[in-house]
């Protein structure tokens, strides 16, 4: 480019003798000028293609940057409303945190006065406990001393009845186990045992009377000790006991006050007046002895009798439920359900007269004439 610009600079310059007898150097310097002209077009044809390239490259590029300048403003968009919801958040978090430190204020509050209440709560408890445990204990002394107090009047009154009818009271009895009272009478050793409700509710106690009973058998089981045993109860609790009497097969056991201790004395020591068998002649003891023989005979002979109509009616039942017809059967069935038999009930404390018995028996036969049954 430098060589062109020279040689069109020379040309300018040149006289009309120098172009003359100089032209075969200008046209040497022309033609490099012309070969560096080629050169020049084509770096420029070159460089043009390159522009076009470099344009449409630009051109992409500015697209691209286009884009990106809209994806930047839609991304910083984003950044904006991230930054107003973090904004949002923190503030929200700030709040919240101030609410959370509020709770936990009143909460240690509210638990503070929980504690304080708790601990006036258990102090308040624990006097209430401890008056009740009191009450308890002074109930229970007062119980005890109740139950000693019944103890001792009834051994007040035992010796006092005793020396009266002169029966032996026993202190030390001659046997294991200590009853209460025990006295002496024909050679056998009576027990008369106090008992006394362990609480003022009386709901228990008969169940309590009824263990002592069972219980009373370690006495009576003992050689020498009557199979009776008395259990002295206060008098204002007698009306909640359903019944004055245990009957345990092998012994007894009666239920009585204070006020029937001397009764009973009085009754067991008439036995005493009783002793009259050694007084009997001999044809007296045999009547005794036949009568008492015939009463075996009876009974024996009746559960003999018994026992062969129990077995000869389950047979008529057997055979009857076997050659009947089921419609006989059924309707045998449903007159049975409707059928009820009334014996007479037998009630204790009641005797039943022999003249009663005398009595039904000739209205039976009576009957049993009219109808030619016999």
């Not at 959370?100 to 006097?127: C, F, M, P, V, W």
């Not at 009377?209 to 007698?238: D, Q």
């Not at 056991?253 to 204070?258: A, G, L, S």
């Not at 002895?289 to 000869?312: E, N, P, T």
Request: contains cysteine; proline residues 3%; negative net charge.
């Amino acid at each position: 480019m430098d060589m062109i610009k020279m040689f069109l600079r020379g040309i300018g310059e040149l006289n009309l003798w120098q172009r003359v007898f100089g032209w075969k150097k200008i046209r040497i310097q022309g033609q490099r000028c012309q070969e560096q002209i080629v050169l020049i077009e084509r770096v420029v044809r070159d460089l043009e293609s390159e522009n076009t390239d470099v344009k449409s490259v630009n051109k992409q590029l500015a697209f691209e940057r286009d884009q990106l300048d809209k994806q930047v403003e839609i991304r910083n968009s984003k950044i904006e409303a991230l930054e107003k919801y973090i904004s949002d958040a923190r503030k929200q978090i700030a709040g919240y945190e101030n609410e959370k430190e509020n709770r936990l204020k009143e909460h240690d509050n509210r638990i503070a006065r929980l504690d304080q209440a708790r601990i006036s709560y258990e102090t308040k408890e624990k006097s209430i406990h401890d008056d009740k445990l009191r009450e308890v204990e002074e109930y229970h002394e007062a119980m005890k001393k109740k139950w000693s107090v019944h103890e001792n009047e009834v051994e007040e009154v035992m010796r006092l009845l005793c020396n009266r009818h002169e029966v032996f009271y026993e202190d030390e009895v001659p046997f294991r186990g200590k009853p209460d009272n025990t006295v002496e009478i024909c050679d056998e050793y009576v027990i008369f045992d106090a008992k006394c409700p362990k609480t003022d509710d009386l709901k228990n106690f008969p169940a309590y009377i009824k263990s002592e009973a069972e219980k009373a058998i370690k006495y009576t089981k003992l050689e020498g000790v009557r199979n009776e045993v008395f259990l002295v109860i206060p008098t204002n609790t007698v009306e909640h006991l359903p019944k004055l009497s245990f009957d345990m097969a092998n012994y007894k056991v009666f239920v009585i006050t204070k006020d029937a201790l001397e009764p009973v004395i009085i009754a067991l020591k008439k036995r005493e007046n009783y002793e009259y068998l050694e007084q009997l002649s001999p044809e007296e003891r045999e009547n005794i002895c036949r009568v008492i023989g015939k009463f075996f005979h009876s009974a024996k002979r009746k559960v003999q009798i018994d026992l062969y109509f129990i077995q000869d009616m389950l047979d008529v039942l057997s055979s009857s439920q076997n050659q009947l017809p089921d419609t006989m059967l059924d309707e045998a069935h449903r007159f049975e359900k409707a059928e009820k038999l009334n014996p007479p009930m037998e009630k204790r404390s009641k005797e039943i007269p022999l003249s009663k018995l005398e009595e039904d028996y000739q209205k039976v036969k009576r009957d049993a004439d009219l109808r030619n049954v016999i």
